[in-house]
Nanobody, 125 residues
Framework: VQLQASGGGLVQAGGSLRLSCAAS????????LVWFRQATGKEREFVGG????????FYADSVKGRFTISRDNAKSTLDLQMNSLQPEDTAVYYC???????????????????WGQGTLVTVSS
């Protein structure tokens, strides 16, 4: 599976962006799909994801209510709608996929085998 993230850019605080992750090489239907982010000088941080088994979504507390994840299995895409962006949301955002992640490890970067290249989101104050 090859993942390609896009949609990053510069936005003012309070604004919105929509990130997309497109897959090639294989259908994403059986994969748990997630977004992580990494700010400069910080560790990679879980943002949110969607399970393959039941399409349930799950989010980090820091983005809950502001970010929405959706997947389109027919198109093999994963989207991240980000609203009410704040300067602390500034980071490189990565999409990732795994066919075998267990429930207790959903938020752990090492659980994911496939990664996109990252797309930079900058939120100005």
């Amino acid at each position: 599976v090859q993942l390609q993230a896009s949609g990053g850019g510069l936005v003012q605080a309070g604004g919105s962006l929509r990130l997309s992750c497109a897959a090639s090489g294989r259908s994403l239907r059986s994969y748990t799909l997630v977004w992580f982010r990494q700010a400069t000088g910080k560790e990679r941080e879980f943002v949110g994801g969607v399970r393959s088994t039941n399409s349930n979504t799950f989010y980090a507390d820091s983005v809950k209510g502001r970010f929405t994840i959706s997947r389109d299995n027919a198109k093999s895409t994963l989207d991240l709608q980000m609203n009410s962006l704040q300067p602390e949301d500034t980071a490189v955002y990565y999409c990732a996929a795994s066919a075998s992640v267990i429930l207790s490890s959903l938020r752990v970067p090492s659980s994911y085998h496939y990664w996109g290249q990252g797309t930079l989101v900058t939120v100005s104050s």
